[in-house]
């Protein structure tokens, strides 16, 4: 079992013991010992246990705090460096529930000139590459969004003056998420180690001719999961596919707009636009049930249904060969739902290891997911077996 999957603390008496709540403890000053993260309103408990456990695997120590429903979460490092510590060790890529982290400080600002603040505060950060301004994914907080444009534009022009502001992806990004005009979390995170998109959330088109908007959980899985720069080698026009529970065809959509001949499986109708493409065919049958005559490149599913059921397509249709990438969304309980979701992940996990097949395993809450995770798997080849043959 990887280190990453381990439970070093029981997340259900974790959440029960911190989140809603912000236990006192000494504060290193204003050094930046806390770690500030965006995540889908309501799941701010699975941020507060998954960022504990890794945080214990880091030796990093500290609190979480988080209230309901606030799409945030904190972890207040009881060390200097924690949370630098914290970042440098942990790839945000591997985390679930959130969907951006920043590392620094709280500071309150005043109703004018809240620019020449920022500028005093920034003397104790290093000069920034880049410069985003953020806010959390609530209605409050999108009321700040106009300001925040606003703002920015000021923002960026004193910084650079300031000699605070360059043009370099190699230095840290500087992200300041406003909680309101009045307050501001102003963080630092590298750009190779946090979100690609401000507060995590892509800006992704609804394409016109789709027949649902589910077709942007697929395009976004694919932008988390795969380098952009390999998207012609791994997403292209003569591979196959197979939609499970592909009606009306979002997901089906997706991998036709890619030029893949699609099979799709599902008892309901498809979209009659998606079949005159002549790159569907569209077969009545059981997606738990159906199996390939043939090894597919790439197998999706989006069937709601209970999250081991869908887990363990994953492991089917990689286990036996009959795909070489997957996209399956896991639909989350009620309760418990990091636990349950790292659970699934290491009987994944040690279920190829039993079958001695190397995978690459990847879970993200995208933007677009609900009361949902989205697992993406892909079977590696061995090289020296490769060669073998």
Known sequence: MSPRFRTRLSCARFHDRYCDSARPV???????????????????????????????????????????GSACAEFVCTEEDGAQRLMHGQRFAELIFPRQWARGVFIDLPETDRISVIL??????????????????????????????????????????????????????LLLTFKSGREVFMGLAESNNSAMWPMGIPRLKFPRDAPSRSTLKLEEAWHHFIPRDQWDERLHGDMTGVDLGAAPGGWTWQLVNRGMLVTAIDNGPMAESLMDTGLVQHLMADGFTFVPKQPVDWMVCDIVEKPARNAALLETWIGEGHCREAVVNLKLPMKQRYAEVKRLLERIEEGFKARGIRVEIGCKQLYHDREEVTCHLRRLVDVKKSKGR
């Open 26 to 68: 000494d504060s290193p000053g204003d050094s930046m010992n806390t770690l500030f993260m965006h995540c889908r309103p309501g799941f701010e408990g699975e941020v507060c246990s998954e960022i504990a456990e890794h945080a214990a695997r880091l030796n990093v120590s500290g609190y979480a705090k988080a209230k309901t």
């Open 120 to 173: 005093a505060h920034m003397r104790e950060f290093p000069t920034c590459g880049s410069l985003w301004l953020e806010m959390v994914d609530t209605n409050d907080g999108k009321e700040l969004s106009n300001f925040c444009k606003k703002f920015e534009v000021h923002l960026r022009k004193a910084l650079l003056n300031a000699g605070k502001l360059v043009d370099d992806p190699s230095k840290p990004r």
